[in-house]
T-cell receptor, first 116, second 109 residues
Framework: GAVVSQHPSWVICKSGTSVKIECRSL??????MFWYRQFPKQSLMLMAT?????????EQGVEKDKFLINHASLTLSTLTVTSAHPEDSSFYIC????????????FGPGTRLLVL | KNEVEQSPQNLTAQEGEFITINCSYS?????LHWLQQHPGGGIVSLFM???GKKKHGRLIATINIQEKHSSLHITASHPRDSAVYIC???????????FGKGTHLIIQP
């Protein structure tokens, strides 16, 4: 089946630094990728929808200047957490949308971010 | 905004038992997903449904669009089925998914 990778799988950083997370669809082209966040014992929440070659669409309450999304190609989307704070510590998951007859979403393995 | 409710929140059963997890949602959808999340966090998509019923191995998913309800069944459950099962819906006009809080399933040997 289709595979989506994320890098890094976990990261620890100091407060105030920026962290970039990559999401790649390995064997298919994804015109749309999604970024989700999951806090401990909570459900996943959609942060933004990323379309190749255009600006991301952010959900209400998600700061676009803090969570920068770049979808530069059909196989790569990046999420940059700028000036990270401890409250940004979370599990970040991307998914890639496969359209057509086999339409579905494939999820990446997630990136665990800890901001000290 | 679509509200997605899952039940039960926690379920412990013995190996071999038939398992049912329920999901209801409040607003019409174009698709419903059943996902499996293991302790490490990784998510696997089990099914995507827009109507009827799908079966894959010991897993069966059904959806009733009129009643806004879906069920995930596991036959002959096994300890390796232990995971969090998440229902997620895509509302009409939306691209992203809205998730339920998940059902934490433990299958004891």
């Amino acid at each position: 089946g289709a595979v989506v990778s994320q890098h890094p799988s976990w990261v620890i950083c100091k407060s105030g630094t920026s962290v970039k997370i990559e999401c790649r669809s390995l064997d298919f082209q994804a015109t749309t990728m999604f970024w989700y966040r999951q806090f401990p014992k909570q459900s996943l929440m959609l942060m933004a929808t990323s379309n190749e070659g255009s600006k991301a669409t952010y959900e209400q309450g998600v700061e676009k200047d803090k969570f920068l999304i770049n979808h530069a190609s059909l196989t790569l989307s990046t999420l940059t957490v700028t000036s990270a704070h401890p409250e940004d510590s979370s599990f970040y998951i991307c998914s890639a949308h496969l359209g057509g007859v086999r339409e579905t979403q494939y999820f990446g393995p997630g990136t665990r971010l800890l901001v000290l | 905004k679509n509200e997605v409710e899952q039940s039960p929140q926690n379920l412990t059963a013995q190996e071999g038992e038939f398992i049912t997890i329920n999901c209801s949602y409040s607003v019409g959808i174009s698709a419903l997903h059943w996902l499996q999340q293991h302790p490490g966090g990784g998510i696997v998509s089990l099914f995507m449904l827009s109507s009827g019923k799908k079966k894959h191995g010991r897993l069966i998913a059904t959806i009733n669009i009129q009643e806004k309800h879906s069920s995930l069944h596991i036959t002959a459950s096994h300890p390796r089925d232990s995971a969090v099962y998440i229902c997620a819906v895509r509302s009409f006009g939306a691209d992203g998914l809205t998730f339920g809080k998940g059902t934490h399933l433990i299958i004891q040997p």
